[in-house]
C-alpha cells in the first residue's frame, strides 16, 4: 500500500509534502510545484518568497502586494518517516534533527564523503565518478584515462545539457569519440549514443567540493545515488537524423559548386 503524504498549508492553499522528490505539490493542481533546492535554508527551517495570488514561489510575474515572505518547517518535521525512509535511517528522534544532518546520516552518502567513489554504469561497464582526477575512468581498463568531465561541464554551462544533449561513445575503447560535426553524415562505425546525467546527480559531494558549493544546497538539488546510468538513445530519438540530412545537402552542393570552379578554370587554359 502506498504511504499517504502529509500536507502542509501556506496562505491558506494545501500542498502534498514529498520528501523523496523534495518538493511541495499544490494538491489541487499537481503541475504547480515548489522544490525546497528554491528555498532559502535556514537550517531550522527554510523561508520561501510565495506569490499569494498564482499560490506559487514568486517570480517575475509576481506583483508587490502578492509576495509575502513565508517559514516552511523543516523537512524532517513534516514528514519524519518519509525523510527516515528516503536516508535509511531510524526514526526515532529525526524530527529534532535538521535536515542536513538525516541526509549525511544516509550510508551510502556517509561512505562518499569518507572517500569511496560513486559509479556510473555507461554500456554495461562501470565507471569511477572521479571529480580529483576531473574524469570518468573505466573500471580494470588502464589503457585509456577515461572521459574527461570538461564537455559535459561546458554543455551544462551553457544550458544545451538538459534534453537534447547525446555524445558519441566507443564502447570497446572506453571513450567518447568526437567527429567533425561540420560534415558528419552518418553513425561512425562502433560508436553509440549516450545520455549522461549532469554532474551533480552523479556525484552530489564531489561536484560541491568541486565547485565550492555548500554540500547542503547541491543534496536539495539532487537525489543521491551511489550509482547512476548513462541512458543509451537511438538514432531516431536525437536531432542527428537532421543534422546528417544538413550536412549531406550542404556537402553535395559545395561538391557540385567545386566541379564548376574546376570545369571554368579548365576552359580559361
Partial sequence: MERQLPT?????????VDVEQMVLVHLDDPDTKIRFAEMDNEDTHYTLEYDIAHKDIAGIHTKNNDLKLVEIPRMTQLDAEGMALKYNVPLRGISEKMDYEVMVENPEIAMRMQGKLN????????????????????????????????????????????????????PKKHEL????????????KDTVIIKFPMLKEMDAVGYAHRFNRPLKEVLLETNFKPVTQAIKRQLSQTT????????????????????????????KI
Fill in 8 to 16: 502542509l498549508k501556506i496562505e491558506g492553499t494545501t500542498f502534498l
Fill in 240 to 267: 542527428l537524423p537532421e543534422l546528417f540530412k544538413e550536412n549531406k545537402e550542404r556537402l553535395a552542393q559545395e561538391k557540385v559548386q567545386i566541379n564548376k570552379d574546376v570545369k571554368r578554370k579548365s576552359r
Fill in 177 to 188: 569519440f568526437e567527429p567533425d560535426w561540420s560534415s558528419i553524415t552518418e553513425l561512425p
Fill in 119 to 170: 559509479r556510473i554504469e555507461i554500456e554495461g561497464h562501470p565507471f569511477y565518478v572521479d571529480f580529483r582526477m576531473w574524469s570518468l575512468r573505466p573500471h580494470n581498463d588502464f589503457s585509456t584515462q577515461g572521459i574527461s568531465m570538461e564537455p559535459l561541464h561546458e554543455n551544462e554551462q551553457y544550458e544545451y545539457f538538459p534534453e537534447d544533449t547525446v555524445f558519441l561513445y566507443q
